[in-house]
């Protein structure tokens, strides 16, 4: 490919960062960008915030996913003051179809807990003519 195709979302929030049950530590979907069949390195970004932690419930931990495919970025934060935190994510993937890209989150506070939220949420793929995804040494 000659020439990059860059494509991009967004969410400003604030948007819930989703608790969930213990028993299935799975994370919930918070954003997608449908992407068509291409090769992309995709780069997403948020940061996360809990403004009603306190001597009570002194840290939330937030775990996020970036997903394209198979392939797999997962960062986790601890909310220490002043209780909000940067995330940043990224892969590479070879769509052979059209598929997304999509960013999962969530908190280790007790469903249906509200208070911890996400703003300024990005997420950019930038078409490539290949892409290499390979173990470090």
Not at 9 to 32: E, H, L, Q
Not at 100 to 111: E, G, H, I, N
Request: aromatic share 6%; glycine share 6%; with cysteine.
């Amino acid at each position: 490919k000659s020439d990059s195709v860059a494509r991009a979302g967004f969410k400003n929030g604030p948007g819930d960062v989703p608790s969930v049950p213990a028993v299935t530590d799975a994370a919930a979907t918070i954003a997608t960008l449908a992407l068509p069949a291409g090769n992309y390195a995709i780069l997403a970004k948020l940061y996360v915030e809990d403004p009603t932690i306190g001597p009570v419930d002194p840290d939330t931990t937030v775990v996020c996913r970036l997903e394209a495919g198979t392939d797999v970025d997962e960062t986790s934060t601890e909310l220490l003051p002043p209780w909000r935190a940067s995330i940043s994510l990224q892969v590479v993937h070879a769509f052979t179809a059209a598929g997304s890209a999509v960013v999962k989150c969530r908190d280790d506070l007790p469903a249906p807990s509200t208070t911890t939220v996400y703003r300024f949420l990005k997420i950019t793929a930038i078409e490539q003519g290949s892409v290499s995804n390979v173990a470090l040494t």
